[in-house]
Structures are given as C-alpha cells and as structure tokens.
C-alpha cells in the first residue's frame, strides 16, 4: 500500500507551523507514532524547535542537513504519520525521500512556495511534481487584505526585489505577506 505526500503551502504567517502542530496533536492524542522533520537550518527558535506564531511549539525528531538522506533516520515502517516544516528548505532529491516514505506512511510537508524574488524554491518546486495533493493555506496581505501570494523581503521599511541567493531565514521583521499589486508598489 502506497499512502499519500501532501503538500501544503502559504505565505509567510499563513498558520502553515500551527497546523503542523495541531496535526501532530492529534495523532499523538489517539497514541500513533508521530515524526516530525525540519531541515537543521533552520534554528530561528532553536535547533529542534518548531514554532509558530501563535506560541505552539512543538520539538522536531529529525533535523535534516543540507545532503543527507532522510531515508536512513528511521524505521519508517513503524511511523503513523510524517509532519514536514520549511520543506522548502530540502533538496528536491530529499523530496524524493518523502515520496519513497510514503511507502509505509503518510506525508504532509509545509513551506513556502516562492522565495522573495517570487521564484519556486528546489525544495517546493520537486513537492509540486510530486505530491499528491496540493493546498494552499491562504492568508492576507498584510497592506491590503487581499489574498497574499508573496513573501515580500523589505529593508528599513521598503521591499526588495534583488538580492543574493542565500538563505535567508527570519520573520515580520525581514518579510511580509502581500498580495501581488502591494509587492510591485512596495519593491524597487
């Protein structure tokens, strides 16, 4: 039996990690074996924290470095369920991790889309052709309450539409959700 790789993404602040947590919640409230994934980078809030805006945390069972496998972490066959944060963040070849997991369990990653230049991330873009089910969890612009489609990076108060390729982690106070009219006024 082959179960499914879902794939649901947002805008930055879009409740992507407070739906993690609650999912998470759920299986462990009924007593299933749980694993959550975040790529090691990602130490924003710890190095095995994951948390949301909201005040949910929850600890991460895995953290992924850049080239490894996520194939050899577990015995997958005794997994419920896989929760993926910033699976954005992965390989497109760790992606195709997940998708051979799905062998023996579920998988639902998180993350965004696009980076702040509106380009797929690697990451992303292998869940788009992938999954098998893809939502979006939608949020507003944070100018104009439209539906946000953008992470926009700003700088003392104005967006930016160039820049470097490097990873750039952060929150409100490097990026903003905005809707794609809201990006092209506020980005130079």
Known sequence: MTYKLYFRYGTMNSSKTANLIMISHFYKS??????????????????????????????????????SSILKEYD?????????????????????????????????????????KVTLFPGSKRMMELADSIEEIKTVCTYCCKKAIINMKHFNGKGIKIGNDKTDLGCEEKYLAVCWICWCKNTS
């Open 30 to 67: 009924r007593n299933k074996k749980v694993v959550i994934i975040k790529p090691s980078l990602d130490k924003r809030f710890g190095i095995n924290i994951i948390k949301s805006r909201s005040g949910l945390e929850e600890k991460a069972d895995i953290l992924i470095e850049k080239n």
């Open 76 to 116: 997958w066959e005794k997994v419920n369920i896989v929760l993926v944060d910033e699976v954005n963040f992965l390989s497109p070849e760790q992606v195709d991790d997940l998708r051979k997991i799905t062998s023996y369990t579920p998988v639902i990653a998180y993350g965004l889309r696009t980076d702040y």
